[in-house]
């Protein structure tokens, strides 16, 4: 997949500033237009902006932010979608920082002079790069359900549902993991 956004010429319809901030919240600014790998990019800055802005908060409002993740990434990418030419480019990637969130949603991360933790499991940073994983491999391969929600739902949903659908099973997986380990 070509992870590049055609460009946009100045007299496009995206030279509106609905348009221009659907495209930034998509792409997350610089993030989905960095080389190789968007997808993967978007979920490391997830991934590094968790222990700050999400996961300091409690689940009720984290799941509160979820939601407002889906909403919004449901608008910017149907949008960034239809200006780029392609309804799921790789350079939007907003279903990342949604999908790695829902991941970290059931844990408390909470950052301060002593590194990492997690309040209930006592996860340490190598569960945090698990979760990653768990997310990112999930995402690519796309199993069953996976795929078949990419499939199913078109426009911005569709582009935002599968990565949450990814981000349920990453956070299923680690907690098993977490049980029996």
Do not use: Y
């Not at 495209?23 to 590094?48: D, F, K, N, Q």
């Not at 996961?55 to 239809?82: F, K, N």
């Not at 582009?159 to 049980?179: E, N």
Request: charged share 15%; aromatic share 10%.
């Amino acid at each position: 997949m070509n992870s590049q956004p055609r460009p946009i010429p100045p007299e496009s319809p995206a030279s509106g500033l609905l348009d221009r901030a659907a495209l930034a919240l998509a792409t997350l600014g610089p993030v989905g237009r960095m080389p190789l790998a968007p997808g993967t990019w978007g979920s490391a800055v997830a991934l590094v902006l968790a222990p700050w802005v999400f996961s300091p908060l409690p689940l009720a409002w984290r799941l509160g932010v979820l939601a407002l993740i889906l909403v919004a990434g449901t608008w910017a990418a149907g949008r960034a979608g239809r200006l780029l030419g392609r309804e799921d480019p790789g350079c939007i990637v907003v279903d990342e920082l949604l999908g790695q969130w829902t991941a970290f949603a059931p844990f408390h991360l909470s950052t301060g002079l002593g590194g990492w933790a997690f309040s209930w499991t006592g996860a340490m940073p190598w569960e945090l790069l698990a979760l990653f994983g768990l997310f990112r491999l999930f995402d690519i391969i796309k199993p069953w359900p996976i795929r078949a929600v990419e499939k199913s739902v078109p426009g911005g949903l569709g582009v935002m549902l599968d990565d949450l659908v990814a981000g349920l099973f990453a956070a299923a997986l680690f907690l098993l993991i977490r049980l029996f380990v």
